[in-house]
């Protein structure tokens, strides 16, 4: 059973993986054929997501033209294997057709929500589409049979563009995706 920490290493694996879209040809999640698959069901009865299912989905849908370069800059925080870890992982993709970028983003800080400010001055004007975000006040939630929607996307509505900047108040341990598209002036 997968927890909301999982889908958020999840979430933050599919980021690192678009980062290095240069070199990374094909990415497969092995578990779609093994017993942990991001979906659960039962002989002859119901079908449940588990955590990991809504980052896989929603990268996969929505991950898929050009991967940006961001310069991206962070609060840190230290851990056993190193210090200077940035609480923000991003990855942003524009569509080929250059009319719209999603966002993906990963808050890694565990108690503090994460101002994130996106300067947007080389795209033509644009608006939020949608803002949707994997969290959990308890990081090992887990979607089951009886409670098959206990963990998932929230569709969230602070997110603001004001001029060229986009901000959003990410909350914590979140996994976000922001989708922002042309705006018609």
């Known amino acids: 059973m997968y927890t909301v920490e999982d889908a958020l290493v999840a979430g933050g694996m ?29 002989p002859g009865g119901p079908a449940w997501r588990q955590t990991i299912f809504h980052p896989f989905a929603l990268t996969s849908h929505h991950g898929r033209e050009v991967v940006l370069h961001p310069l991206v800059t962070s609060t840190a925080y230290d851990a056993a294997n190193g210090n200077g870890f940035p609480h923000l992982k991003t ?48 990081l090992t939630a887990v979607n089951t049979k009886e409670n098959p929607n206990r963990v998932r996307p929230r569709l969230m509505t602070a997110a ?9 108040s990410l909350p914590p341990a979140s996994w976000n995706m922001l989708r922002l598209e042309k705006s018609c002036l």
């Open 14 to 42: 599919l980021i690192a993986l678009l980062n290095h879209a240069d070199r990374v040809r094909i990415g497969c999640l092995a578990q779609v054929v093994n017993v942990i698959a991001p979906i659960l069901t039962e």
């Open 91 to 138: 990855a942003v993709v524009r569509t080929t057709a250059g009319n719209g970028v999603t966002l993906f983003a990963l808050n890694r800080s565990l108690s503090m929500p994460l101002a994130l400010t996106v300067d947007l001055r080389s795209f033509e004007p644009l608006r939020v589409k949608e803002w949707q975000s994997l969290f959990d006040d308890d």
């Open 160 to 168: 603001r563009i004001d001029g060229n900047r986009l901000e959003a």
